[in-house]
Structures are given as structure tokens and as C-alpha cells.
């Protein structure tokens, strides 16, 4: 059998069980040469044992101090948390309806394409479709740009 490394062995302050059932259990340890001990790691996952425990014997998840330490400030953070009630939300004005300014800048991109079948079939007049649909499409997009802010 392998032996236990030393940085993995049961420091004298770390506690198992209370009172006379630890007393009782580290008896049985030590009467039992042969009994195979496994080390408790803490629950928080950080690697430290927090003491050892034999086979077939359930003990509850343990919490280093440090684990547990962190646990608490990520506990009061979440409480610290505005809730889904937004308390400013009284002071924002409520979303733009752009769907007609966003219909407007389709249609002046209809015109363009308009424009450049014209141009395409040698007609003039799809100059000033191209031209129009081009000047109402950069209108439109700074106003959408306007109302955004």
C-alpha cells in the first residue's frame, strides 16, 4: 500500500466529527493498521483536505475557510443585485416605434434599384430615381440615427 504524502496528512486543528464520535473514530484508526483512509477535500473545490475519513463512513461535504469566505461575499454581491424592478426605469423614456422610418428606408432603396433598372434600359429618368432614392435613404438614416440617441 501506498503511503499517505505528507501535505495530504490530517493537521491536529482540522476536525472531523464532534466530540466523542472524532474520539471514537480516530481510536478505530488507530487500532486498524490495515484500514485505508481517504482524505476529505473541501467542498468549494479549492483541493484542501480537510481531513480523512474510512472507507464505507459518509461525512458531509466540508467548506475550507477560505471557500466558505468567498461563498459569503458572492452570496451578499448576488443580494446586492437590483432586483428586476429597474428603480430608474421610471426615468428612461419608452422605446421609439421606428418601423415607419425603417418602411421609409426600404422604399428609398426601391427607388435606388428602380433607378438603376431605368439607367440599365438607357433611360434617363433613372438618373433622378437613383439620385432621389439615394438622398431620401441618407435622410432617412440620419434621422433613424437621431431618434436612436
Known amino acids: 500500500m501506498a503511503e499517505i504524502p505528507s501535505r495530504l496528512k490530517r493537521n491536529a486543528d482540522q476536525h472531523l466529527l464532534p466530540g466523542s464520535a472524532e474520539d471514537a473514530l480516530e481510536s478505530s484508526f488507530e487500532s486498524s493498521e490495515t484500514a485505508e483512509d ?48 429597474d428603480e430608474l426605469a421610471e426615468l428612461r423614456s419608452p422605446p421609439r416605434d421606428l418601423r415607419r422610418a425603417h418602411l421609409a428606408q ?28 439615394t438622398v431620401a435613404w441618407i435622410g432617412v438614416g440620419l434621422v433613424l440615427w437621431r431618434l436612436r440617441n
Open 38 to 85: 481517504i482524505p476529505i477535500f473541501c467542498a468549494g473545490g479549492c483541493g484542501e483536505v480537510m481531513g480523512y475519513v474510512r472507507i464505507g463512513y459518509s461525512i458531509p461535504p466540508r467548506w475550507c475557510p477560505d471557500c466558505e469566505s468567498a461563498k459569503a461575499s458572492e452570496r451578499a454581491v448576488t443580494e446586492a443585485m437590483p432586483s428586476d424592478s
Open 106 to 133: 426600404v422604399l428609398a432603396v426601391l427607388l435606388i434599384f428602380a433607378g438603376s433598372i431605368h439607367i440599365a434600359l438607357g433611360q434617363p429618368i433613372g438618373i433622378y430615381l437613383a439620385a432621389f432614392g
